[in-house]
């Protein structure tokens, strides 16, 4: 008699709770566009392939290829998912990339919306939440403001230790290098350059390796270069992050978002000056039909504000869109208010955890594929599987409970 995989599951299986969800939807529908083949061995069942490919993700947070194939073959979940059938990795990914690539993201929206029709989720507030994953490069390169900042200023405390350091070292000479609380790079090689001009040090002549001993002047200039070299890197990628938007701008009395508009509805600049209305325009790229009014100061000349408020000779013109500004008055009111507060504390609970789950809990830190197509694809399934996975635990606490 044949074995029954299903004997050996329990009843709380996640295999079986997958399968019982995947049987209630209508999977062939995804699956119309597979190229039929006359000739040849027979093709695996498609419907497996994608329910095994799902429950994959759904139980490892991102499974390759070789896990899969490697599964179908020892592991009795997929075992019973692929009725004993055991498709290579080359299988798995032709399937994935060639059938799933067009119908992956109504696979994510309607498994989705019958989660939420079976659990009844409260859909009326929305949670949204963004988080960065490494890309498929040669070397982790985020750049953080806040933390290259603060090495920065701990490279100036090892600066300023070095140079009191060469100071007491060419005393005698009578010259002294300048100790300040922030260096520049070209200051850090001017430095260096006076160091070795006044020792004559030959980069020729270093020792290097174990057993040989540094003199006090070679251990100076390399800490000197090393430096500047790390000071350069840490403004390189300040530089690259550029200004921070802060409470400074959007506060800025010269935004024409902040002009006040008097009881006649006329706006006025900081310095009491008229805007006169030119014309209406639609805004581009927008499908809502939504216009911008684009307004003209009355006179700039002579303005002591003029170097603050305007980057031309003519008086200033602005652009308004009152319908996009009321919308962003009323998201900072809503948000401000006791009700917004306790949405916003929700929200970190919601949609913050769940991108802790997938990076820490089932370590999906980095983006395996390239291309965007490919990048896609792979965003849509490590997201189909967290819905799935988080499905899942949902009906085993409802069971233990019960």
Request: aromatic share 10%.
């Amino acid at each position: 008699m044949p074995i029954l995989i299903s004997d050996y599951l329990d009843v709380c299986d996640p295999v079986l709770t997958f399968d019982r969800f995947m049987e209630e939807m209508d999977l062939e529908k995804y699956l119309k566009g597979i190229p039929k083949h006359d000739t040849g061995r027979p093709r695996y069942n498609p419907v497996s392939m994608l329910k095994t490919v799902l429950f994959g993700f759904m139980t490892k947070g991102y499974v390759s290829l070789r896990e899969l194939e490697d599964s179908c073959k020892v592991n009795l979940r997929f075992m019973y998912l692929m009725d004993h059938e055991t498709p290579s990795y080359r299988t798995f990914g032709c399937f994935i990339n060639e059938v799933l690539g067009n119908s992956i993201e109504e696979i994510f929206n309607d498994i989705n919306q019958k989660i939420f029709e079976t659990e009844h989720v409260d859909l009326q507030h929305l949670y949204i939440d963004g988080s960065k994953f490494e890309a498929n490069a040669n070397k982790y390169s985020w750049v953080w403001k806040k933390a290259t900042e603060k090495s920065r200023y701990r490279l100036f405390d090892k600066i300023t230790k070095l140079l009191r350091e060469i100071n007491e070292e060419i005393a005698c000479t009578g010259t002294r290098l300048c100790i300040n609380t922030e260096y520049a790079p070209e200051y850090l090689k001017e430095a260096a350059d006076k160091y070795a001009q006044m020792w004559q040090i030959d980069e020729a002549t270093f020792v290097h390796g174990r057993g040989h001993h540094k003199t006090m002047q070679q251990r100076h200039y390399e800490k000197l270069m090393e430096y500047t070299e790390k000071l350069e890197e840490y403004v390189e990628k300040i530089h690259i992050c550029g200004e921070t938007t802060d409470k400074n701008y959007h506060e800025d009395p010269f935004r024409a978002v902040n002009f006040p508009i008097g009881e006649d509805g006329i706006m006025r600049c900081p310095n009491g000056k008229a805007f006169h209305l030119q014309y209406r325009k639609n805004v581009n790229g927008n499908a809502y039909g939504r216009q911008e009014e684009v307004y003209q100061c009355e006179d700039c000349a002579g303005c002591p504000y003029a170097e603050q408020c305007k980057k031309t000779d003519k008086n200033r013109t602005v652009r308004i869109n009152r319908e996009l500004t009321a919308m962003h008055q009323e998201v900072i009111e809503n948000l401000e208010n006791i009700q917004g507060a306790l949405l916003r504390m929700n929200r970190s609970i919601q949609a913050e955890g769940t991108f802790g789950i997938m990076k820490n809990d089932r370590w999906y830190k980095r983006i395996v594929r390239r291309g965007m197509e490919s990048v896609r694809l792979e965003v849509f399934l490590v997201s189909i599987g967290q819905s799935l996975y988080k499905f899942h635990n949902k009906k085993m606490r409802t069971a233990t409970a019960a």
